[in-house]
């Protein structure tokens, strides 16, 4: 029997944009409009899509367009997204000077400026520069050095330090394994909350370099010093992402160290990849063709420093549980609001919707498909947990 008050067919629910006026038509429409929606399996009421419409807690029919959790629902709970630190670790010795250094500090000003615009609370980032003519230290740290800038919400006060800090010009040596030993001692000892960042965060180092270092070698197999302090600090939580400014002198050991690096670290550029690849599609760190001009330096750069930040899952999103909130798992269901305001009920489906990370005891919630999508693109979109009423399942 049609439910009195539904004009709209639940496939609008996997809609995560609803127009504005969704919601209201659903709620308002007359009574005397057909729903869409069906009795079957012994008065089960669902649509011709297969989603599963709980009845209102007094017995009543289906839900509304949004869900209709009001009659039913005992309370509700956010979630927010899993929050990231990067650290960005850059080459400035002196094989750095002409396009390359000009692409670099090109691009990392680019980077942050599209971080800032994301404003994204939940993200920070930080910077340091080895052996430029910035580096207080000539190079001999410890790293991060006065002149770094460390980890921070992009905000228009932290783009000020960044680009402060790429003021310099490419000088002296190729000290990596300082570099990295002491900006992973940083990260690895970094307190989010007095950064003003959320706790429970993902750790990354972005490390950037163009030539063999001066304090560290690399066997065979593409192991040094450094990857394994990458290994070490993958344990830790921290993932490390090399990059390799590369140009026709770059020989086979130097992609090696940068590989064993990102391999050894979990931030890999290609599955399956191998630390001695020759073959770029069996890298396992970027590499960026520096023989290709300044515009192209910056984008591969780019390209590859947000793989990075896009590995802080955004569609993974904590759940915030109150204290002494009863949370039972079968009777949540997740509505999505949109940057306009718009909120819409998706319903739990893996391939078009969401699901808890553990089922019996969830402390996330993960959405997929065109959900995913919105919250990616949205930075303003936000995912809330409605309790108290039978799951809106597909």
């Known amino acids: 029997t049609p439910v009195a008050g539904e004009s709209m067919r639940l496939p609008a629910l996997l809609a995560l944009v609803a127009v ?4 209201a038509a659903a709620a308002c429409s007359s009574p005397t409009e057909p729903s869409g929606f069906t009795q079957k399996d012994g008065g089960t009421i669902v649509d011709d899509s297969g989603v599963y419409i709980p009845p209102t807690e007094d017995g009543g029919g289906a839900g509304t367009q949004d869900g209709g959790l009001e009659a039913c ?23 750095m000077d002409g396009d390359k250094w000009t692409a670099l500090v090109t691009a990392v000003k680019q980077v942050v400026a599209k971080w800032k615009a994301d404003a994204d609370p939940s993200f920070g980032v930080g ?6 003519s910035n580096d207080p230290t000539s190079g001999s740290g410890p790293y991060p050095t006065s002149a770094d800038v460390k980890i921070r919400p992009v905000d228009s006060s932290q ?32 307190n989010p909350a007095t950064a003003g960042l959320p706790t429970g965060g993902k750790k990354i180092i972005v490390f950037m370099s163009d030539g063999d270092p001066t304090d560290d070698s690399v066997g ?5 010093a450094s990857a394994t302090l990458a290994r070490t600090y993958l344990a830790k939580g921290v993932t490390t992402y090399s990059i390799l400014f590369a140009d026709d002198y770059t020989d086979d050991s130097l992609r090696a160290f940068m590989g064993g690096i990102a391999q050894n670290g979990g931030g890999i550029a290609n599955p399956g990849c191998t630390a001695t690849a020759t073959t770029p599609s069996k890298f396992c760190h970027f590499e960026v063709d520096t023989t290709l001009g ?3 330096i910056v984008q591969k750069f780019y390209d590859a420093v947000q793989k990075a930040r896009n ?11 109150q204290a002494g909130q009863d949370f039972d798992p079968t009777l949540v269901n997740v ?16 391939a078009n919707g969401w699901t808890f990370d553990d089922p019996a005891n969830p402390q996330n919630v993960i959405v997929h498909g065109t959900t995913c999508d919105t919250v990616k693109t949205d930075q303003k979109a936000s995912v809330e947990l409605i309790l108290g009423c039978p799951t809106i399942s597909r």
Not at 20 to 23: R, Y
């Open 73 to 95: 629902a005992k309370g509700k709970t956010g979630t927010r997204r899993v929050p990231g630190y990067i650290q960005l670790v850059l080459d400035g010795s002196g094989s």
């Open 20 to 23: 504005p006026t969704l919601v």
């Open 159 to 190: 783009v000020s330090k960044v680009n402060t800090r790429m003021s310099g010009d490419s000088y002296g040596g190729t000290p990596s394994k300082k570099a990295l030993t002491g900006n992973y001692t940083y990260i690895d000892t970094f």
């Open 220 to 224: 065979s197999n593409g192991s040094s």
């Open 127 to 132: 910077v340091s520069v080895f052996a430029d």
């Open 294 to 296: 300044t515009s192209s």
């Open 335 to 350: 509505t999505v609001t949109d940057g306009n305001g718009n909120k819409t009920t998706v319903p739990q489906d893996p």
């Open 311 to 321: 590995s802080i899952d955004p569609c993974t999103l904590a759940i915030e549980k």
